[in-house]
């Protein structure tokens, strides 16, 4: 069995990951269902989703739709109370650095773009949108291979410019001191944001009970820690979103540590 929650973890709220972890594992053992007794984070995400004893995972929802719709179960979105977005959404925002002229992402034109990853919907697949809706072309140069990565190509001068998730950004502005060092000019629309998921064929919905209890039952504390609000029952027909295109990066880019 393997539980994980790697989207948002980090060692400040690795303690907060873990508390909410023996909540809903406990609430999940209450009702029947076997748990592992702590978070899995030696396997590799993807490895995790596609265990077939996956009992949690948490999952971004442009590798959900390009290559586990279907084989995983979905049990519903976490809310980290995003502004501006709907329960259950979240978006990115256009980060460059701090003494950059630009004020708007459609100043940007020519701009290096790094991305995360070009299956990361917050890194490549969001900000692929907005340019699209605005008729604007994105230059990518850089597969960083995470957000804080991207955030340090902008800082050092790698790239001129980045599209970070919501509440990643909100968490390295909390805990990286390299991010005062960029600034924020805008945003893509929203989706839905990280969901969980269980399985295939498992029994959504006393996960779904499970979490909703687990979240509730946080400490003040860690509930800060993690901004976690609840969790959301998003339809289907939320996630029907057209892929985006493979990024066009030089040949020989090079990916960050």
């Not at 690795?14 to 978070?39: K, M, Q, V």
């Not at 002229?101 to 299956?119: H, K, M, N, W």
């Not at 190509?153 to 502005?173: C, F, H, M, Q």
């Amino acid at each position: 069995m393997i539980a994980s929650l790697p989207m948002y973890d980090r060692p400040e709220n690795a303690a907060a990951h873990d508390a909410l972890w023996s909540l809903i594992r406990d609430n999940l053992r209450t009702n029947g269902i076997s748990a592992p007794e702590t978070l899995d984070r030696a396997t590799p995400h993807m490895e995790g989703w596609a265990r077939p004893d996956l009992v949690l995972g948490q999952i971004c929802n442009l590798p959900y739709r390009a290559l586990f719709r279907g084989k995983v179960t979905l049990i519903g979105a976490a809310d980290y109370g995003v502004p501006d977005a709907g329960p259950g959404q979240y978006y990115s925002q256009f980060i460059v650095r701090a003494d950059d002229p630009a004020t708007d992402p459609t100043q940007c034109t020519g701009y290096r773009f790094v991305l995360s990853e070009p299956l990361s919907q917050s890194g490549w697949g969001a900000a692929n949108d907005w340019a699209q809706a605005h008729d604007h072309r994105l230059t990518p140069v850089l597969r960083s291979g995470g957000h804080r990565n991207s955030l340090l190509a902008v800082v050092e001068g790698r790239a001129d410019l980045a599209s970070i998730d919501a509440i990643t950004l909100r968490n390295l502005l909390r805990w990286e001191p390299a991010a005062q060092q960029i600034r924020i000019i805008g945003r893509t629309h929203a989706t839905p944001g990280m969901t969980f998921i269980t399985a295939l064929g498992r029994d959504p919905a006393p996960c779904f009970a499970a979490i909703d209890a687990a979240i509730r039952a946080l400490s003040p504390t860690h509930r800060d820690t993690l901004g976690l609000r609840g969790i959301v029952a998003l339809p289907p027909s939320a996630y029907d979103i057209p892929l985006p295109p493979v990024p066009d990066l030089p040949e020989h880019q090079a990916v960050l540590a």
